[in-house]
């Protein structure tokens, strides 16, 4: 197996077909075909399911892929180092939650970066995406939190993925709304207050489960919902319909501007904010660069690992 093969294989794992795929290397469709078939010879596994749709993962592939990226980023980061006559290129890929502060410190990560070239990578996603994204080490770092109801679930599919949740902060929960939300002058709110007003969550794709929910209290009925897929809108709607959404109470006016407002939810719970990576892989100087900076800037909002 070479690693040009390991380099076939990712492309067309990302690209879900053949023909895509060697249009995408400049590579013969029957070689790529010939490629993929001998990889799966070699591991003795089915690595792709095959259909007149395209070609999808097994779950011994799902397995294989994140071998496969480790393998490429090593031998690209080795080569970069000993064989590049110019100063290497940074890599890193960071998932995460919708967080303002994983952005900021994205930013000062990137300002700190001294190098001539980079190729960096925040994705703001779903929470089930985020935990492949880092068990196939699409990316090095995941953002996320667990809490008392969905401890268990996720802990477990961490253990099956290799993968290791840091903690970072426990925050008290609290909403967010516009400044000229009725709630937003008042001291505190509980989840009867907030029945008047559209529940603004983020949609979780085919795996909307109550578990991968990025707020609390998925659970509970709301008559009026909206679900979302970024911050921007989430932000927008806060603004036009009087929404709310509910979070760590962290906000960036830098990011977010001065129409967001933060008020505690009056509720038995707590969020614990965390990073995860894989427990088999040693993380970049780049990845490790970020999460200095991601403690940085909890940090200058108050709040470190014993913080509530």
Not at 61 to 68: K, Q, R, T, W
Not at 178 to 195: H, K
């Amino acid at each position: 197996m070479t690693l040009q093969q390991l380099k076939y294989f990712i492309e067309v794992a990302a690209s879900g077909s053949i023909t895509r795929a060697a249009a995408a290397l400049y590579v013969a469709q029957p070689s790529l075909s010939k490629a993929m078939k001998e990889i799966e010879a070699k591991v003795g596994q089915e690595l792709f399911t095959r259909t007149a749709q395209g070609i999808s993962l097994t779950p011994d592939g799902v397995e294989f892929l994140g071998y496969a990226r480790q393998v490429v980023l090593q031998a690209d980061l080795l080569e970069q180092r000993y064989l590049s006559k110019k100063p290497a290129r940074r890599l890193c890929s960071i998932s995460t939650q919708h967080y303002a502060f994983a952005v900021n410190a994205f930013v000062n990560m990137v300002e700190r970066t001294e190098a001539d070239e980079y190729e960096l990578t925040l994705r703001e996603t779903r929470t089930h995406d985020i935990i492949e994204d880092v068990a196939t080490l699409r990316s090095e770092v995941g953002i996320l939190y667990r809490n008392e109801f969905n401890r268990k679930v996720l802990d477990k599919l961490f253990r099956a993925r290799g993968l290791v949740f840091h903690p970072l902060f426990t925050a008290r929960p609290h909403v967010f709304v516009s400044r000229t939300n009725p709630l937003a002058g008042r001291a505190s709110v509980t989840p009867a207050d907030l029945v008047a007003y559209p529940c603004l969550s983020f949609d979780q794709g085919e795996h909307n489960s109550f578990y991968f929910a990025e707020e609390i209290l998925s659970t509970q009925f709301s008559p009026k919902s909206i679900r979302v897929s970024d911050r921007a809108t989430i932000f927008n709607l806060m603004i036009g319909l009087n929404g709310y959404t509910i979070s760590t109470g962290i906000l960036s006016t830098d990011l977010n501007g001065e129409n967001i407002v933060s008020v505690p939810l009056d509720v038995d719970d707590s969020m614990e904010v965390g990073w995860i990576a894989h427990g088999s892989v040693q993380l970049t100087a780049q990845a490790r660069m970020y999460l200095d900076e991601l403690e940085r800037v909890i940090a200058s909002y108050g709040h470190g690992p014993k913080a509530t």
